[in-house]
T-cell receptor, first 115, second 115 residues
Framework: GDSVTQMEGPVTLSEEAFLTINCTYT??????LFWYVQYPGEGLQLLLK?????DKGSNKGFEATYRKETTSFHLEKGSVQVSDSAVYFC??????????????FGQGTILTVHP | DAGITQSPRHKVTETGTPVTLRCHQT?????MYWYRQDPGHGLRLIHY???????DKGEVSDGYSVSRSKTEDFLLTLESATSSQTSVYFC??????????????FGEGSRLTVL
């Protein structure tokens, strides 16, 4: 079945540092890929998405590129802020067939940014 | 705002008691989902629904049942709660197919503690 693997956390950075959170996936067909963010005490918000190979999703200074050859969708940001402290989830959706639009999630990566 | 309301938001109960969590949506979405969130496991799908009275099991459905008697409400029931069901439960909806790229939108979560 489909699966998503994220880098182990937690990740602790200083403000303005470069961020990479690795995500790799296993799936049949051509899944869509997503990054969600969860701020403390809140639900999940869609951060960015990519629906086909070589697509780049971007939002709020975050970027991720859908790499089919390496089955990866790594999240990057050039300069993190304290307000980026949150839990980040990589997810995929295989929308075809009998999947009924279910999302498969990675285990989440806790990011803490210090001033 | 995807118009999703979960209730209750917080509940503490004792082992062996029944618990029902409610997910209410106001935008007539066909697909609804229940996930649980646990540290180190990300979000895991419990049950989902693809229409009124149409439901199916996810990957961690043991000990849970669901009902969907009308479009706007999707109920998750723990018939006899156990401590292993202490978790944060999230309801999600999938927007209607037109314009959707597979993302789900989530409620704010219901934190359940089973003593």
């Amino acid at each position: 079945g489909d699966s998503v693997t994220q880098m182990e956390g937690p990740v602790t950075l200083s403000e303005e540092a470069f961020l990479t959170i690795n995500c790799t996936y296993t799936a049949t067909g051509y899944p869509s890929l997503f990054w969600y963010v969860q701020y403390p005490g809140e639900g999940l918000q869609l951060l960015l998405k990519a629906t086909k190979a070589d697509d780049k999703g971007s939002n709020k200074g975050f970027e991720a590129t859908y790499r089919k050859e390496t089955t990866s969708f790594h999240l990057e940001k050039g300069s993190v802020q304290v307000s980026d402290s949150a839990v980040y989830f990589c997810a995929l959706s295989n929308a075809g067939g009998t999947s009924y639009g279910k999302l498969t999630f990675g285990q989440g990566t806790i990011l803490t940014v210090h001033p | 705002d995807a118009g999703i309301t979960q209730s209750p938001r917080h509940k503490v109960t004792e082992t062996g008691t029944p618990v029902t969590l409610r997910c209410h949506q106001t935008e007539n979405h066909r697909y609804m989902y229940w996930y649980r969130q646990d540290p180190g496991h990300g979000l895991r799908l419990i049950h989902y629904s693809y229409g009124v009275k149409d439901t199916d099991k996810g990957e961690v459905s043991d000990g849970y049942s669901v009902s969907r008697s009308k479009t706007e409400d999707f109920l998750l029931t723990l018939e006899s709660a156990t401590s292993s069901q202490t978790s944060v439960y999230f309801c999600a909806i999938r927007p209607r197919a037109g314009g959707s790229t597979g993302e789900l939108f989530f409620g704010e979560g219901s934190r359940l503690t089973v003593l």
